[in-house]
T-cell receptor, first 111, second 115 residues
Framework: DQQVKQNSPSLSVQEGRISILNCDYT??????FLWYKKYPAEGPTFLIS???IKDKNEDGRFTVFLNKSAKHLSLHIVPSQPGDSAVYFC??????????WGAGTKLIIKP | DTAVSQTPKYLVTQMGNDKSIKCEQN?????MYWYKQDSKKFLKIMFS???????INETVPNRFSPKSPDKAHLNLHINSLELGDSAVYFC??????????????FGPGTRLTVT
């Protein structure tokens, strides 16, 4: 029973264009959402987060949007750069201190 | 300065052996975690300690035993290793605020291969 879903296993985007990564969740009790970036042979690195009381959070080239009614969040990266090529994980904070993770989306930035 | 470190990075061992993975964080956080990344790349929480107290204990075989000697260390001991234990194990830490924690910081992972 996947409570956090990232339905696109991979995404290929031209350098300089916008990358949009999507995440859906099923539990309306989730109150905090995070995006992590992971390079091969490294641990995930925190990227950006959003509280459920907001609908947008921006940090430089990265913006996260939250649509609570649709139980959907997205990460926008603009402009996309070669160093953005990585696996991106969406995570949601549930009860009992836990983060519930999506399966990840591999982003490939083409030169 | 490495914030969350794990040793070893790679571990190859035979079925039936007992092994340990060590984790240390120098971020001053009060909560530490062990995750397993399976073959499908899902990150699954195994254990979590807050101030040396076990707060998350997911359904994992009791061959897995975490030990937290202090807030900065969380070790994972695995008895009688099985082929299915092969995976990447990540340690993480975070700071709790009340009953909530915010972003977690991860170590580089330990790739365990059981032959």
């Amino acid at each position: 029973d996947q409570q956090v879903k990232q339905n696109s296993p991979s995404l290929s985007v031209q350098e300089g264009r916008i990358s949009i990564l999507n995440c859906d969740y099923t539990n309306s009790m989730f109150d905090y959402f995070l995006w992590y970036k992971k390079y091969p042979a490294e641990g995930p690195t925190f990227l950006i987060s959003i509280s459920s009381i907001k609908d947008k959070n921006e940090d430089g080239r990265f913006t996260v949007f939250l649509n609570k009614s649709a139980k959907h969040l997205s990460l926008h990266i603009v402009p996309s750069q070669p160093g953005d090529s990585a696996v991106y994980f969406c995570a949601a904070r549930g009860s009992n201190y836990q983060l519930i993770w999506g399966a990840g989306t591999k982003l490939i930035i083409k030169p | 300065d490495t914030a969350v470190s794990q040793t070893p990075k790679y571990l190859v061992t035979q079925m039936g052996n007992d092994k340990s993975i060590k984790c240390e964080q120098n971020l001053g956080h009060d909560t530490m975690y062990w995750y397993k990344q399976d073959s499908k790349k899902f990150l699954k929480i195994m254990f979590s300690y807050n101030n040396k107290e076990l707060i998350i204990n997911e359904t994992v075989p009791n061959r897995f035993s975490p030990k937290s000697p202090d807030k900065a260390h969380l070790n994972l001991h695995i008895n009688s290793l099985e082929l299915g234990d092969s995976a990447v194990y990540f340690c993480a830490s975070s700071q709790m605020s009340g009953k909530y924690s915010y972003e977690q910081y991860f170590g580089p992972g330990t790739r365990l291969t059981v032959t």
